[in-house]
Nanobody, 126 residues
Framework: QVQLVESGGGLVQAGGSLRLSCAPS????????MGWFRQAPGKEREFVAV????????HYADSAKGRFTISRDNAKNTVYLQMNGLNPEDTAVYYC???????????????????WGQGTQVTVSS
């Protein structure tokens, strides 16, 4: 059974940092594009960042640009999301996702992804 397991969430003060990790199990995702999404209470799940299989390509939501960095270590089969300069608007459950499909556009929609983790809570206090 394929699973994506996120970790690294928690409570942090505004201006602080967190690093989220996503460790797939059940298969290797080294050839998959990996994304991070988030969902705040009462809101739809939204795209945060994506990285392609070779790490040569990354893309960020405007809200994440300049503050968040997505990276991956295929040898460890792990994807990371380094989040700096956090603010209360970043409070959400963060989800890791994977897709092996190819698209003509950057995969920023939830429908682009086939595998999802259970999510990790990030809470930023003011």
């Amino acid at each position: 059974q394929v699973q994506l397991v996120e970790s690294g969430g928690g409570l942090v003060q505004a201006g602080g940092s967190l690093r989220l990790s996503c460790a797939p199990s059940g298969r290797t995702f080294s050839t998959y594009a990996m994304g991070w999404f988030r969902q705040a209470p009462g809101k739809e799940r939204e795209f945060v960042a994506v990285i392609n299989w070779s790490s040569a390509g990354t893309h960020y939501a405007d809200s994440a640009k300049g503050r968040f960095t997505i990276s991956r270590d295929n040898a460890k089969n792990t994807v990371y999301l380094q989040m700096n300069g956090l603010n209360p608007e970043d409070t959400a459950v963060y989800y890791c996702a994977a897709t092996g499909r190819q698209f003509m556009t950057i995969p920023v929609l939830t429908s682009h992804y086939d595998y999802w983790g259970q999510g990790t809570q990030v809470t930023v206090s003011s």
